[in-house]
């Protein structure tokens, strides 16, 4: 078994995404007109369907949908791990998106927060030359034991790891100086605008990204219309502008940056280079419904 190849492993979830979106706002005791799809999602699946094809995923879903789950990721290239829970369903997101775009989560974590290190083999590892692990990990006691684990194994052969810390809201539950410590390893931290500030301390986004970075390892923040930065070593190293689009529901956004990101940097791009393939990513994902845009 070796790592050091060309490849992406994933780690984390898939999830049934239900995309409510409303042109009016919500209504209080009746009916709010909206067009909803039920679609394949998850942050981990998300970022791995972006980075694909060459990339793995190991999550964990329910025997509900988990042959659709595999079907879809399949079809765009993922090599899908699912272990199939007989218990607990595969997780839900309501996604209620509005007029503009943003959306507000409400979210049934289901099979996913069962994923741990039974669900582990290092023959994941196989070919790997990146491992990414989905922030959402972390705020179930299995799957930080499970993260724990693969960073050891990743580490052991000399593999960079990076961690999306997924939700601001599920941050503040856990805490953040315990979700830093459990991070501490981690060369590369990719928050977004709202999550950096927690994390840090402070709103300004260059600044949250240059604290933060001083702990070690290189983070990226994501700014939505705003684009990215990068920062190493106390210092802001890279900005790069957001791509111009048209969007209609941000759901997945982030997770595409991510693929798009982690893609390119395992094909050699520099920081700005791999900067901008994560914001074209992204722009395309705020462009369809659900976080999954069409591959090019």
Known sequence: MSGAGRGLLVVGDVVTDVVARHAEPLAADTDTAARIAVLPGGAGANVAYRGAPGVRLLA??????????????????????????????????IALVGADAERTLVTDSG???????????????????????????????????????????????????????????????????????????ADLLLPN???????????????????????GGTVVVTLGAGGALAAHGGRVTARTPAVAATAVDSTG??????????????????PAAALAAGCAAGAAAVEVVGGRPRLP
């Open 60 to 93: 964990r879903a329910g025997a509900d949908s988990a042959d659709w789950h595999r079907a879809a990721l399949t079809a765009a290239g993922v090599e899908a791990a699912l272990r199939v829970d007989g218990e607990r369903p595969t997780a839900v997101v």
């Open 111 to 185: 099979a996913a927060f069962r994923l741990g290190p039974a669900d582990w083999d290092e023959a994941l590892l196989d070919g790997v030359g990146h491992v990414h692990l989905s922030g959402y990990l972390f705020f179930c006691e299995p799957g930080r034991e499970l993260a724990a684990v693969v960073g050891k194994a990743a580490r052991a052969l000399g593999l960079p790891v990076s961690v999306d810390p997924a939700s601001a809201g599920f941050l503040r539950g856990l805490g953040v100086p315990r979700f830093l410590d459990l991070v501490s390893d």
């Open 193 to 215: 605008e709202a999550e950096a500030a927690l994390l840090s301390g402070t709103a300004e986004p260059a600044a949250a990204a240059a604290r933060l970075s001083r702990c």
């Open 253 to 270: 956004a982030g997770d595409a940056f991510t693929g798009g990101l982690l893609a390119a940097r395992l094909a050699g791009a520099d």
